[in-house]
């Protein structure tokens, strides 16, 4: 078995100068396609597009696949590889294993379409979106000089990634991700159900009746308007707020990290649902963990596709030293 991100040294990204990498950054609302400059590691062109998942896999991978020959000849200069971050478990040899979010991928050619789409960088390196996010977190952003610590993103969905070394931790099947759709006692809410993006527009929808807002933002904003807020969007909040906080929690408790650092749209943003479930995080950490830094992360909504971006300078060592069967 041959890990793929957990496996190599961030210092062995192909670094050429003059070339890029294409990242893809899956989500369950949008996708987000970069370009990410192997000299510099910085993001030079980046483009989002609505996933559209009720639309089947099918059409979402072709859509995919489009964008980023389309990316690829924007580049004019050479594409060291592709690194594609998706919404499901991916084992440690880059194989779709769940079709939770993204309807039948783990059954659909993802890689070779994807690998045809810009056959110049050879086969992409397929990986769960939060290693994704926690490989440029670790590289780039809020978790450089800590040797262990816990990324959590919060966005649309829920989940987590332990970095040692500068390596995300894949576990033993790909799964360590899962703190955002576990149970923990039957008939309660699991944390992404009470806390995501999408709980909290679901939630408010439900209890305020005929006239629900759009998304997270507009239920956040509603619920910390200075002029007045929205009771019921603050209720949610506040309720998400303390059950994202509980959760995080519940991973200082288990991992005791160095650090934990906050990912994904909502979970970088500067609000104070974050920072409530931040008050909160710290008051139900034991004894032992308190104090445990809790920071957002830096590179905010572009983690995953910036390090999709890296994933994709990794793909000519993986291409060249290892035989991956990738779906």
Not at 21 to 26: N, P, Y
Not at 175 to 184: D, E, F, I, P, Y
Request: aromatic share 4%; net charge negative.
């Amino acid at each position: 078995m041959t890990d793929l991100l957990t496996s190599l040294d961030p210092a062995a990204l192909d670094r050429r100068p003059g070339d890029v990498a294409i990242g893809v950054d899956v989500g369950g609302t949008k996708t987000a396609l970069g370009l990410v400059d192997a000299a510099s590691l910085s993001l030079l062109d980046r483009l989002v597009i609505a996933t559209g998942r009720e639309r089947g896999g099918e059409a979402v991978l072709a859509d995919i696949a489009a964008r980023t020959t389309e990316l690829a000849a924007r580049a004019g200069r050479p594409v060291t590889g592709v690194g594609v971050g998706v919404p499901e478990i991916v084992d440690r040899s880059g194989r779709i294993t769940s079709g939770a979010v993204m309807p039948g991928w783990d059954q659909l050619p993802v890689a070779a379409t994807l690998a045809a789409a810009a056959p110049a960088s050879g086969m992409p390196v397929i990986e769960s979106d939060v290693r994704a996010a926690a490989l440029a977190e670790a590289t780039l952003g809020s978790g450089r000089g800590f040797g262990y610590f816990v990324f959590l993103t919060v966005g649309t969905g829920i989940s987590y990634c332990a970095v040692v070394g500068g390596r995300p931790v894949a576990g033993h099947r790909g799964g360590a991700l899962n703190v955002g759709t576990s149970v923990l006692a039957d008939g309660v809410p699991t944390l992404q159900d009470m806390a995501s993006g999408a709980a909290l527009a679901r939630r408010y929808a439900e209890r305020a009746g005929a006239d629900p807002v759009a998304g997270a933002r507009d239920v956040l904003a509603a619920a910390y308007d200075k002029r007045g807020a929205d009771t019921v969007a603050a209720q949610v909040a506040a309720e998400g707020a303390k059950a994202l906080g509980i959760g995080i929690a519940l991973l200082v408790n288990l991992l005791d990290p160095e650090a934990v650092v906050l990912g994904g749209g909502l979970g970088s943003a500067d609000t104070p649902y974050i920072d409530q479930a931040r008050d909160w995080a710290a008051h139900y950490a034991h004894r032992f963990a308190a104090g445990t830094p809790m920071l957002r992360g830096a590179l905010g909504a572009d983690a995953g596709v910036i390090g999709a971006g890296l994933a994709g300078l990794l793909a000519p060592q993986l291409n060249e030293t290892t035989t991956i069967r990738r779906k």
